[in-house]
């Protein structure tokens, strides 16, 4: 039995695929306004894969699409619509119960504000898990140890022996790698040593100090394809 450590967006849930589908609904529905596929690209390339400041990308939506909602409600009505979209795939479901039946203990360690949480439930996630910990939540981010000490706790697990299962290099393999854990990278398509070059995009959009770079030779233990396919690798192991 082990702690198995999950990142969010675009591990256990297709952020990428959700706010793409989200955005094309969205423009459907202004397309009287003179909206079409350009103003699609256009809010793909504003949401700089999420890591832009959200009040920042609901205020320039608000803009370009005229609505008429208070600047002070805008990002809620906003990230209330784009739920709808972000839904967990039922073969990732039946993963986690199939790791959970098998003794693990599974926990979600995400970046991102309190809101993380509406994810959390509005999926049925929390009845899956045994903990969580939210950055904006606790006060540190991956890569930082600390934050993967939270989740243990937060799952009544340990670090020792323990896997982080994530698709982001500076953030999930490198924390892996600080925390201990055997490290599961879901590719999505990337090569490990390109990934492994680009610095913590939330950092830098954000105009913090970079964390550690990886360092050279070093790779996550595994490469997965898909969350099942890392349960697979975790429960084969
Ligand atoms: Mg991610």
Not at 24 to 43: K, M, P
Not at 80 to 101: M, P
Not at 109 to 130: A, F, H, M, S, W
Request: glycine residues 8%; negative net charge.
């Amino acid at each position: 039995m082990a702690l198995v450590l999950f990142d969010l967006d675009d591990t256990l849930i297709d952020r990428s695929r959700a706010y793409r589908s989200w955005a094309e609904a969205f423009v459907d529905r202004h397309r009287a306004d003179g909206h079409d596929e350009s103003t699609v690209e256009w809010l793909i390339h504003i949401d700089e894969d999420g890591f832009r400041d959200r009040e920042a990308w609901a205020l320039r939506v608000k803009d370009r699409f005229r609505l008429d909602i208070p600047d002070e409600d805008v990002r809620a009505a906003l990230h209330a619509d784009y739920l709808e979209h972000y839904r967990i795939d039922g073969d990732t479901v039946a993963a986690l119960h199939r790791l959970r039946k098998a003794g693990h203990r599974i926990g979600v360690v995400t970046n991102g504000p309190p809101t993380q949480l509406d994810k959390l439930r509005r999926n049925g996630l929390l009845e899956v898990i045994d903990g969580y910990v939210i950055s904006d939540l606790v006060g540190h981010r991956k890569p930082a140890r600390a934050i993967f000490e939270e989740a243990a706790r937060a799952c009544g697990g340990e670090l020792a022996g323990g896997w982080m299962v994530g698709d982001s290099a500076p953030a999930d393999m490198a924390g892996a790698r600080a925390a201990g854990l055997t490290a599961v990278w879901l590719h999505r398509g990337r090569t490990w040593r390109k990934a492994a070059e680009q610095p913590d995009p939330w950092a830098v959009a954000n105009d913090l100090p970079l964390s550690e770079p990886i360092p050279d030779g070093w790779e996550p233990d595994h490469l997965a394809d898909s969350v099942p396919h890392a349960v697979e690798v975790i429960l084969g192991a």
